[in-house]
C-alpha cells in the first residue's frame, strides 16, 4: 500500500531508488520528468538516483548533464556546511564534550561519506542536557548565532535549538524524539568519542 499522494512518477522513482527497477527504467524516468518542477524532497533524491544509476553501469553520457550539475552543487554545498561546523565539533571534542551526529550527516557517514549523493539541509548534533551550556559557548566562540536567549530553558520544552553561520544550520538536540523526556535514554556508549565526526566523512570524488 502506497502512502496518500503518492503519484506513479513517485512509485516509479522509488522502486529505481531501491534498485527493484532495470537501470533503463531510471533512465527514462530522468529524462521524462521536468527537472525545473520537481517538488523539493523528489528533487533531494536525485544525486542517490544519480549514483544508484552509475554504479549500474550506465554512462555518464546517458544521464541528463542537469543532474550531474545537481550532483556537483550538493558536494559543495556540503563541503561548506561541514567546514562551518568543524573547528566547533573539533572543540568540543576537545573539551570531552560527547556529541553524535544524527539525521542526514548520519546517515552520510554510516554509508560511506559520499557528500555528493545526499543534499544536507543541516547538521543534526546531539548532546547531553548537562552539557548543552558548554555546547552553546563552543558554538558562539566559533562564530554561530541562535536567536534563543536562554538555551537550558527552551530545551526543557523543545527537543532541539537552531544556529546559524554564514554557510549552514545547525540544530543542537538534546533528545532524540520530541516525545522523549527520559535523559536516562541519552547514555552514550562506548569512550565517549563522538561515533561519526565530520573527520570520518571522506570527500566525494
Known sequence: MNPPGWSPSH?????????AAPAAEGVAWLRAADLDRLDHE?????????????AEG????????????LVRHTWTRNQALLHEAAPALAELT?????WRLVGGAAVLAATGG??????LRDLDLLVRPADLPAAAEV???AGWRTHVRDVPQL??????????????????HVRPL????????????GSGAPTAPLGTLPAAR
Request: charged share 25%.
Open 11 to 19: 512509485r516509479a522513482l522509488l522502486r529505481c531508488l531501491l534498485g
Open 42 to 54: 523528489t528533487a533531494r533524491l536525485l544525486p542517490r538516483l544519480y549514483h544508484q544509476l552509475r
Open 58 to 69: 550506465v554512462a555518464e553520457a546517458d544521464l541528463p548533464p542537469r543532474v550531474k550539475g
Open 94 to 98: 576537545r573539551r570531552a564534550v560527547p
Open 114 to 119: 559520499d557528500l555528493s549523493a545526499r543534499p
Open 139 to 141: 558554538l558562539r566562540a
Open 155 to 172: 530545551v526543557q520544552w523543545f527537543h532541539r535549538v537552531r544556529w546559524t553561520a554564514p554557510h549552514g544550520l545547525l540544530d543542537v
Open 178 to 189: 520530541l516525545e522523549d523526556r527520559d535523559s536516562a535514554n541519552l547514555a552514550f556508549t
